[in-house]
Antibody
Framework: EVQLVESGGGLVQPGGSLRLSCAAS????????MSWVRQAPGKGLEWVSV???????YYADFVKGRFTISRDNSKDTLYLQMNSLRAEDTAVYYC???????????WGQGTLVTVSS | DIQLTQSPSFLSASVGDRVTITCRAS??????LAWYQQKPGRAPKLLIY???TLQSGVPSRFSGSGSGTAFILTIGALQPEDFATYYC?????????FGQGTKLEIK
């Protein structure tokens, strides 16, 4: 059974850093398209970043240069390193696995990041 | 970047009704569109991909159509569990943006 479990969220001050983790089971992370999507409280979904099986990465403009997506193949874990955090980064962050056409088939339960002083 | 505009943003309907939600893209995205359903406090769920392909396990009352810049999600004979928020997402070129969402409420 495919499962995704995010962790690492919490309260951080503006300008601070946080690393989110997404532990996968039931499949091999490095063989799949993996993505991060976020949702600010009461708002819609925002695509954040993706890493392909070959290692290519892409980012939304609003996180480019501040966030880094990566994976640990030995642990089947996806990461999102978030630096220079801003109040507007406050959101629930979901990791998700894509199908062959990049649509997001499996999702984790999400982890809440709150950026506030 | 490609923008997606959903209409309506809010929709009130009754159990048994047939409803349609439209998603318009700011440029041609061929058939590279997916639809998701999200219930409060839950992760989104994939319903439709490639504009019209039903995801495995999704009831057949859900259907998708369209190509290019105009797409439609149709829910035939609404069930109580269908009241949720629906999002479209394009998969044409990065960034893969979402529509702003359509909240489907019980009348």
């Amino acid at each position: 059974e495919v499962q995704l479990v995010e962790s690492g969220g919490g309260l951080v001050q503006p300008g601070g850093s946080l690393r989110l983790s997404c532990a996968a089971s039931g499949f091999i992370v490095s063989s799949n398209y993996m993505s991060w999507v976020r949702q600010a409280p009461g708002k819609g979904l925002e695509w954040v970043s993706v890493i392909y099986s070959g290692g290519s990465t892409y980012y939304a403009d609003f996180v480019k240069g501040r966030f880094t997506i990566s994976r640990d193949n030995s642990k089947d874990t996806l990461y999102l390193q978030m630096n220079s955090l801003r109040a507007e980064d406050t959101a629930v962050y979901y990791c998700a696995r894509g199908k062959t056409g990049d649509q997001l088939e499996y999702w984790g339960q999400g982890t809440l990041v709150t950026v506030s002083s | 970047d490609i923008q997606l505009t959903q209409s309506p943003s809010f929709l009130s309907a009754s159990v048994g009704d047939r409803v349609t939600i439209t998603c318009r893209a700011s440029q041609d995205i061929s058939h590279y569109l997916a639809w998701y359903q999200q219930k409060p406090g839950r992760a989104p769920k994939l319903l439709i991909y490639s504009a019209s392909t039903l995801q495995s396990g999704v009831p057949s009352r859900f259907s998708g159509s369209g190509s290019g810049t105009a797409f439609i999600l149709t829910i035939g004979a609404l069930q109580p569990e269908d009241f949720a928020t629906y999002y479209c997402q394009h998969l044409d070129s990065y960034p893969y943006t979402f529509g702003q969402g359509t909240k489907l409420e019980i009348k």
